[in-house]
């Protein structure tokens, strides 16, 4: 299906984005009511977005029996998406690619799945070292929201050099690199869409694009979907501050005056909640504007030891 330039818009001023076999009452609709109102996008995708029965399903589904977990993922949205959009522009990557976090834990770092894949991005072990995630007894880097979304930054980057092609590797962050290059090699076609009406691929990645191309749909536009009055959480921020080996969150808490589960949701990667003596030390992440309180604590905790 060949692209068109579609205007799609709100209130204010005009402007245009592209996108794939969109809706065609749709976007005559809103291009009629724009021309009227001479208004403003409302969504902007970096991302080929293609309409079909497939979208459409999985649209159904998230305003249907998927709705309350779409709910959550749209309240999260605003307290993680902001930070993993800038480091996918830092990457030069499309920042539409945030959204498969989304789909693969519903942004959380505590996900976990049935193939031990791991945290926002659900990398298991063997790709997050490929990538730089460390994984070990105290540590699990995967956990970490911006180490995991810079190595994700990274994987997808390398696939999109395999396959040229969003679509694709989007389907091979899913299924892995190997398996969809030997279906595109089987069946001499470069068409995700194609590959999956041949039934080739396993279910779970037919349904990964289309899935993921639902929830960019929804959650740039969730109103017009039916998903009015998210809570939206507050965006994360934080500072960095070096501690030595031997810290524990909750401890350092306690005496910094701060809450411990800020220090634990900060720090996810601490999977024992602790660094121990012999990693020598390590830097966390601590509530933004509490540096100089963090610090006062941890001299009390150098004099008290000696």
């Known amino acids: 299906?060949?692209?068109?330039?579609?205007?799609?818009?709100?209130?204010?001023?005009?402007?245009?984005?592209?996108?794939?076999?969109?809706?065609?009452?749709?976007?005559?609709?809103?291009?009629?009511q724009a021309r009227r109102r001479k208004a403003q996008p409302i969504a902007v995708f970096e991302y080929p977005v293609e309409y079909n029965k497939e979208v459409r399903h999985w649209i159904k589904y998230f305003q249907g029996s998927g709705r309350l977990a779409f709910s959550r993922w749209l309240s999260?949205?605003?307290?993680?998406?902001?930070?993993?959009?800038?480091?996918?522009k830092e990457e030069g990557?499309?920042?539409?690619?945030?959204?498969?976090?989304?789909?693969e834990s519903g942004l959380t770092s505590h996900a976990v799945s049935?193939?031990?894949?791991?945290?926002?991005?659900?990398f298991i072990a063997s790709t997050g070292e490929r990538f730089g995630l460390e994984t070990n007894w105290w540590l699990d880097e995967r956990r970490d929201f911006q180490k995991s979304t810079r190595a994700a930054a990274k994987y997808l980057k390398h696939l999109y050099s395999m396959f040229d092609c969003w679509n694709l590797a989007a389907a091979s962050y899913n299924a892995g690199e190997n398996r969809i290059a030997r279906a595109m090699a089987k069946y001499q076609t470069r068409d995700f869409w194609e590959i999956a009406r041949l039934g080739v691929l396993a279910r779970e990645t037919n349904n990964y694009v289309p899935k993921l191309i639902a929830t960019m749909l929804i959650a740039k536009t969730p109103s017009l979907y039916?998903?009015?009055?998210?809570?939206?959480?507050?965006p994360l921020e934080f500072e960095y501050i070096y501690v030595p080996g031997g810290t524990r969150l909750e401890t350092l808490a306690?005496?910094?005056?701060?809450?411990?589960?800020?220090?634990?949701?900060?720090?996810?990667?601490?999977?024992?909640?602790?660094?121990?003596v012999q990693a020598g030390g390590r830097e966390i992440r601590i509530p933004e504007g509490t540096a100089q309180r963090v610090s006062k604590a941890l001299r009390a905790q150098v004099i008290g030891k000696n």
């Open 1 to 32: 299906m060949s692209a068109r330039l579609l205007l799609v818009f709100t209130l204010t001023t005009m402007a245009t984005l592209t996108t794939y076999g969109a809706p065609q009452a749709l976007w005559e609709s809103l291009d009629q």
């Open 114 to 122: 049935h193939a031990k894949a791991v945290g926002p991005w659900q």
């Open 76 to 88: 999260r949205s605003s307290r993680y998406l902001p930070s993993i959009n800038k480091i996918f």
């Open 93 to 103: 990557l499309p920042t539409d690619l945030a959204y498969i976090a989304m789909i």
């Open 226 to 234: 039916g998903f009015k009055n998210i809570q939206k959480q507050k």
């Open 254 to 276: 306690s005496q910094a005056g701060l809450s411990k589960s800020s220090l634990k949701e900060l720090n996810p990667e601490l999977i024992r909640g602790y660094i121990p």
